[in-house]
T-cell receptor, first 110, second 115 residues
């Protein structure tokens, strides 16, 4: 099935550092979403973006909907150990389906 | 609000048997639910769209006779893996679409292991 490309695939960072990850697609989406998934659990919504160019924050997280509507990025500032997990982007199609990205695995070193 | 549950949370079965997984929207009605499959260290892949009162729509490459979906009420969709084989072992996650925000809310997932 179709997937969105996320980079980096994985990253190790020191606690307190800022993190940036992005997601690109060959298709246009009307809605971009960012999720975090902990092992053995379902994904949890972090940020939803509804308009091209939109920049939205949720605590230490900031995400932007690219103006081409084919990409999005997520930043995490001042990372803490509980930020560890897998981050997925998702694009929503016109029929409300979600196409998920390949995921970015984040590990935070205390 | 917008809580989705799945049952069971994990299941182990013998090869050749069938397994049913339930997905419930606890505090809202969902005319549309989605079923995803996630293999280890991979992303969520959409299997099918479950519509209340009508047949499910399957994604390309997903066998509808093997993965039976029933959405008999506005709060319950079931996925039955028929004649399960070890390669069906995976993490199955459902989501329910809210009518107001058109946002999907995800269940906690069901880990299926076929021996």
């Amino acid at each position: 099935g179709q997937q969105l490309n996320q980079s980096p695939q994985s990253m190790f960072i020191q606690e307190g550092e800022d993190v940036s990850m992005n997601c690109t697609s060959s298709s246009i989406f009307n809605t971009w979403l960012w999720y975090k998934q902990d092992p053995g659990e379902g994904p949890v919504l972090l940020i939803a973006l509804y308009k091209a160019g939109e920049l939205t924050s949720n605590g230490r997280l900031t995400a932007q909907f690219g103006i081409t509507r084919k990409d999005s990025f997520l930043n995490i500032s001042a990372s803490i150990p509980s930020d560890v997990g897998i981050y997925f982007c998702a694009g929503q199609t016109g029929t409300y389906k979600y196409i998920f990205g390949t995921g970015t695995r984040l590990k935070v070193l205390a | 609000g917008a809580v989705v549950s799945q049952h069971p949370s994990w299941v182990i079965c013998k090869s050749g048997t069938s397994v049913k997984i339930e997905c419930r929207s606890l505090d809202f009605q969902a005319t549309t639910m989605f079923w995803y499959r996630q293999f280890p260290k991979q992303s969520l892949m959409l299997m099918a769209t479950s519509n209340e009162g009508s047949k499910a729509t399957y994604e390309q490459g997903v066998e509808k006779d093997k993965f039976l979906i029933n959405h008999a009420s506005l709060t319950l969709s079931t996925l039955t893996v028929t004649s399960a084989h070890p390669e069906d072992s995976s993490f199955y996650i459902c989501s329910a679409l809210t009518s107001g925000s058109n946002e999907q809310f995800f269940g906690p997932g069901t880990r299926l292991t076929v021996l």
